[in-house]
């Protein structure tokens, strides 16, 4: 079975400064992806950034980036810049290549950003 | 705008009596989800159709139904709710294929009396 690991419940910054929120996750699959979800208060999950097991590079999204690290399975995601609108629920997600769509979701990490 | 639409985005029952809700999608996409997610908790994903064909998580109590009459609409029904499906109830849409991503409806809040 796949089971992500958010190893930090809460996290804060200030504004303008750099975060990384961390997830690890344990796999015997060599093809997967590996997605971040960012989930306001009372408002819908949304999606930040997503990883191809496959490539190697690193994915960006603007102020969004993640360091993914496939032979320690560990995919953590970096905030810049952070904004106010950036406090959220972060949920880290795992989904097998070619075995239907269902993601395995950790616990996730609540992010507030401190004016 | 396409996107995924719950209704309602709350709704009260009485402990027993039958729920449903609903969630509807403009992104014409083959695959729909619905998940369950108590405060402060990862969604708990409780089945998905993959065009007609349902499938459900082995944990998913029996006290939960789906219904797809169409690509646009699903239904989640819980026949006699107890107090501990209080909940936000979460609709997800993705095309079929590796990879692709899960776009998610704002949520149904779920309150049992």
């Known amino acids: 079975a796949q089971t992500v690991t958010q190893s930090q419940p809460e996290m804060s910054v200030q504004e303008a400064e750099t975060v990384t929120l961390s997830c690890t996750y344990d796999?015997?699959?060599?093809?997967?992806?590996l997605f971040w979800y960012k989930q306001p208060p009372s408002r819908q999950m949304i999606l930040v950034i997503r990883q191809e097991a496959y490539k190697q590079q690193n994915a960006t999204e603007n102020r969004f980036s993640v360091n993914f690290q496939k032979a320690a399975k560990s995919f953590s995601l970096k905030i810049s810049d952070s904004q106010l609108g950036d406090t959220a629920m972060y949920f880290c997600?795992?989904?097998?290549?070619?075995?239907?769509?269902?993601?395995?979701f950790g616990t996730g990490t609540s992010l507030t950003v401190i004016p | 705008d396409a996107m995924v639409i719950q209704n309602p985005r709350y709704q009260v029952t009485q402990f027993g009596k039958p729920v449903t809700l609903s969630c509807s999608q403009t992104l014409n996409h083959n695959v729909m989800y619905w998940y369950q997610q108590k405060s402060s908790q990862a969604p708990k994903l409780l089945f998905h159709?993959?065009?007609?064909?349902?499938?459900n998580e082995a944990d998913t109590p029996d006290n939960f139904q789906s219904r797809r009459p169409n690509t646009s609409f699903c239904f989640l029904d819980i026949r006699s709710p107890g107090l501990g499906d209080a909940a936000m109830y979460l609709c997800a849409t993705s095309r079929a294929g590796a990879g692709q991503p899960q776009h998610f409806g704002d949520g149904t809040r779920l309150s049992i009396l």
């Open positions: 159709y993959y065009d007609k064909d349902f499938n």
């Open positions: 997600a795992f989904m097998k290549h070619l075995a239907g769509n269902q993601f395995y």
């Open positions: 796999t015997s699959e060599n093809n997967y992806y």
